[in-house]
């Protein structure tokens, strides 16, 4: 096992952008080495984020396809969203299930938690498999109704192949999942 490696000195920071949704900030770093670099990070701004694959029953995968404006198309993937103020991550989870599938959980399983794109950014993304679904729902902030799609949970790799499930969380929360299922012998190949 390697040793643990210094982090660098942050000798300076500022704020070079800023939007709606994000600021980007600039650090000035000396290294332990004495190298001196400039970064570029969004920072987090919230508490962080939830993800989650809710199981209508052992075999049956809850998906929603909605809008994402980064790619300007429809997307399947997971439910998903930010943790509120005051929201353990568990109970966002929970919020954000009800709020775009209308189901709530009675049972959440922490699978994993995520980052995307760590050089750049440092916001967590924690990963849940729902069970024992009830009705349940909330409005939410989406502009138009989601579309929930069911998939059998043995046809995972059917699901890798489609051309709107592509984004790299829902991806790796699916892989999660399967090795999860596997693990616990809900699973077979």
């Not at 353990?88 to 709020?99: D, F, G, I, S």
């Not at 729902?130 to 995972?156: I, M, R, S």
């Amino acid at each position: 096992m390697s040793e643990k490696k210094q982090l660098p000195k942050i000798n300076d920071r500022k704020l070079v952008a800023k939007s709606r949704l994000f600021s980007v900030e600039q650090l000035e770093l000396t290294f332990s080495n004495g190298e001196q670099r400039s970064y570029e990070r969004i920072p987090n701004s919230g508490r962080g984020a939830v993800m989650v694959v809710p199981m209508l029953d052992s075999q049956t995968l809850l998906l929603v396809r909605e809008y994402c404006a980064g790619t300007h198309s429809y997307e399947l993937g997971f439910p998903k969203g930010l943790i509120d103020e005051g929201e353990t991550p568990e109970q966002a989870a929970n919020r954000e299930l009800k709020e775009e599938i209308h189901y709530g959980s009675e049972q959440l399983l922490h699978l994993s938690q995520m980052m995307m794109a760590p050089a750049f950014f440092n916001a967590k993304m924690d990963v849940f498999i729902a069970n024992n679904l009830f009705a349940a729902k909330l409005a939410g902030d989406e502009p138009e109704p989601l579309e929930v799609v069911h998939w059998t949970v043995k046809n995972y790799k059917a699901l890798l192949q489609q051309p709107d499930f592509k984004e790299a969380r829902s991806i790796a929360a699916l892989m999660l999942t399967v090795d999860c299922l596997r693990e616990r012998g809900d699973l077979d190949d």
